[in-house]
């Protein structure tokens, strides 16, 4: 009975039916709103205030100015048509955002270092910036616009991830340099206010079909509280009248109850440690922002939920830069430090606050590094010399338990990346940003990769189309799972992890799960249980026992590395390689009397956009006989 109830906490937390939690707007209404928003917001010192702008850091001063002066009379790079119909013709988004985001970043860095100076020498370029960014014909990027024909209807915007961003960005830029766009003539500030206006506040406003609002039934991911993150400024810096400003404020809220909603109560991100940067984290930035723009009545940092979405990113926690990678997600992400620093600050949660520190320790504000969106760069900007001083650690955390996400990590040593890390993952295969990959698992040692994840190479319209699984890397096969029966596991709500077990002490930590609902029914599974014992500075044992009503085909185990594989003497020996660096080799231990190995490279063409800096491997371990039922023990350790 226990593990049923477990199994149906989970299924209705992962799929947003567990109760309406409604945090923000069962208390935040138009009504309410208007008692307790600022009039004026006035969050950083604008443009004219030079005495604050000439106390940043100069180190910062130093590095950001140099930086825009390359760009001084730089013309912005021309975004032609042809770019637009790219997407459709051939599913390539590079060449379109490459230039779409060059623009807003040459623009940005321009901006900063104006305010930074305010001597006036950047004026010219970011005016033409801000024209540049006006006149084109949508802010929405050619994968997000959802029309055959790849041209976007400027009758109809669409508000996606960075047309809302663009228009926090000209609703920064309005804010901070106001003044000096009033001074060359009041039409610039009425162009970008129409701007913002007409191609996100309005249809934001009046529509409620786009997707990401989840008011369609549809669970919603990273784009909420994203789009959300940016809607929410430009309206507080942007809309004059004071009722449509409150109103756009109360949808936003309302619409950010659809993400909290269905996020698990353990605060846990499926869509993985880089997105959490702008799921969990942007979640951070909209409560901020009304934190701000309340005078802190607006305040949830004491919500259990809140608190835990925050400290997701250090239990993903490996060794720097890497982190647990299911899904989509890199294994390697370079988070924004300064915002794990003020959100550690908020939920006054000091290894937040000393994580975020770490991260930032030795780096200096470069643009690009830093500089990712006004919104969050000026908080950083404006509060280098707090972190600078504040206590640094890494957060070596000995266990992580996600009990709704089904996520289990544990390391040899607390407060050290010495030894052997190990996670694995439960679920569903419907997960935002899903590969097939219930069951699959990773291994670290002394902090570096053994046993991998390969994550997603670069994005193209298969990555979101009918075909996505399709691709290489989306496949259970091309985990760490087993194909049975010449089947690979499928997507969908219904392929999920059954009874999950977890426990954990000083010496051991076992995680189990079953897996036959993860497979389609052709593949003949009755039972397919599948369990790891984690011996603290030791060995990993993973075992699958299973029961076939029948063989009809193949059945293999799947391990994923990026060391050099060799089979030797009964075991299949992990070593360092060329690009990976292991102080001591390692091996996976199998019965060889019973199983054949193979090895199969994975090449990797710098196109496809891996992380990763060489080719991967795939060991496969196939069955001389296959028997309807058995038992498997695959252990990981030292050679």
């Avoid at 104006?114 to 949508?138: K, P, Q, V």
């Avoid at 280098?384 to 640094?392: F, N, S, V």
Wanted: hydrophobic share 40%; charged share 20%; with cysteine.
């Amino acid at each position: 009975m226990r593990k049923i109830s477990i199994l149906i906490c989970s299924i209705m937390l992962s799929s947003g039916l567990f109760a309406q939690r409604n945090l923000f707007s069962s208390l935040w209404n138009e009504a309410a709103l208007d008692k307790v928003l600022v009039q004026h917001w006035q969050p950083f010192p604008e443009y004219s205030n030079r005495a604050a702008w000439d106390s940043l850091d100069r180190e910062a001063r130093d590095q950001v100015i140099p930086d825009a002066e390359v760009l001084l009379g730089k013309p912005y790079e021309f975004l032609p048509l042809i770019e637009y119909l790219g997407f459709v013709r051939d599913g390539n988004r590079n060449r379109f955002e490459k230039i779409y985001f060059g623009r807003r970043s040459q623009f940005l860095q321009l901006l900063m270092a104006e305010c930074m100076e305010g001597e006036g020498r950047f004026t010219d370029d970011i005016l033409n910036g801000i024209w540049t960014i006006c006149e084109e014909s949508s802010w929405c990027i050619p994968a997000h616009i959802g029309q055959s024909t790849g041209v976007p209807d400027i009758g109809v915007p669409v508000v996606d991830l960075f047309a809302a961003e663009t228009a926090a960005l000209l609703a920064w830029t309005n804010y901070l340099y106001g003044s000096e766009l009033e001074r060359i003539s009041p039409l610039l500030r009425q162009r970008v206010k129409e701007e913002i206006n007409t191609r996100v506040l309005i249809p934001f406003f009046q529509r409620n079909d786009f997707w990401w609002m989840g008011f369609n039934g549809r669970t919603v991911n990273n784009w909420n509280p994203w789009i959300l993150s940016n809607i929410l400024p430009a309206a507080l810096l942007v809309e004059e009248n004071r009722a449509t400003q409150v109103a756009v404020v109360a949808k936003a809220i309302r619409c950010l109850d659809n993400f909290t909603n269905a996020y698990p109560s353990d605060g846990g991100c499926d869509e993985g440690p880089s997105y959490w940067g702008r799921a969990g984290a942007s979640l951070f930035d909209c409560l901020e922002t009304l934190y701000s723009a309340s005078e802190g009545k607006i305040n949830y940092y004491n919500d259990p939920l809140i608190r835990n979405i925050g400290q997701y990113i250090y239990k993903a926690y490996i060794h720097a830069p890497w982190y647990i990678n299911f899904a989509d997600a890199p294994a390697q992400i370079e988070p924004d430090a300064f915002l794990i620093y003020s959100y550690g600050k908020r939920i006054g949660d000091n290894m937040l606050t000393a994580f975020g520190a770490q991260l930032d320790s030795g780096k200096a504000f470069t643009v690009s590094r830093r500089l990712q969106s006004v919104g969050r760069s000026l908080p950083h900007l404006f509060g280098l010399k707090e972190i600078i001083t504040a206590p640094k650690a890494w957060p070596y955390r000995r266990d992580v338990w996600l009990p709704d996400l089904q996520v289990v990590a544990s390391r040899s040593l607390a407060g050290s990346p010495e030894g052997l890390f190990f996670a694995a993952k439960g679920g569903h295969n419907a997960e935002s940003h899903n590969h097939n990959d219930v069951g699959s698992f990773i291994v670290y040692f002394n902090g570096q990769p053994v046993l991998i994840d390969a994550g997603v190479g670069a994005y193209t319209a298969k990555t979101f189309s009918n075909d996505r699984y399709s691709i290489w890397s989306m496949q259970s096969q091309y985990h760490n799972l087993p194909t049975i029966n010449g089947f690979m596991q499928e997507p969908g709500r219904d392929y999920a992890a059954l009874d999950p077990f977890y426990s954990s002490n000083e010496q051991r930590v076992r995680f189990s799960l079953g897996l036959a609902s993860c497979y389609p029914r052709d593949a003949a599974v009755e039972k397919w249980n599948r369990s790891f014992e984690f011996r603290r500075g030791k060995e990993l044992t993973v075992t699958d026992s299973f029961i076939l009503s029948e063989i009809k085909g193949a059945t293999s185990w799947n391990f994923v590395t990026c060391l050099t594989p060799e089979i030797r003497d009964g075991v299949v020996l992990l070593r360092s390689n060329a690009m990976y660096k292991s102080e001591r080799d390692l091996a996976i231990r199998y019965a060889a009397k019973e199983m054949d190995a193979l090895i199969e490279e994975i090449e990797l063409a710098p196109a496809d956009g891996y992380q990763w800096k060489a080719n991967l491997y795939r060991i496969v371990l196939v069955p001389k006989s296959m028997k309807s039922s058995g038992v498997y023990h695959f252990t990981i350790n030292y050679y």
